[in-house]
């Protein structure tokens, strides 16, 4: 058996990710870190609004959902 490799969960409160540039922040902003990251390591996405956390259809979820 080999040993395992370390693991980090990092979840990032208010940073959502969408393709539109308009009014988004993490997308406008020099985030060459976070970019690294993103296109090196293994990652996923979570959906936190909406119906898919008892939210009705277009609402916007927070921390708390």
């Known amino acids: 058996m080999s040993t395992p ?3 980090v969960l990092c ?3 208010g940073w959502g990710l ?3 540039r308009e009014a988004n922040a993490p997308v406008l902003a020099n ?3 976070f970019d690294r ?3 090196t390591c ?3 996405t ?3 609004h909406g119906p898919d956390v008892g939210l009705p259809k277009g609402q916007m979820g927070n ?3």
């Open 31 to 33: 985030t060459p870190t």
């Open 63 to 65: 921390s708390e959902v």
């Open 11 to 13: 979840i990032l409160d």
């Open 18 to 20: 969408r393709e539109e």
């Open 42 to 44: 293994p990652n996923a």
């Open 5 to 7: 490799k370390p693991v």
């Open 37 to 39: 990251i993103m296109a």
């Open 46 to 48: 979570l959906i936190t």
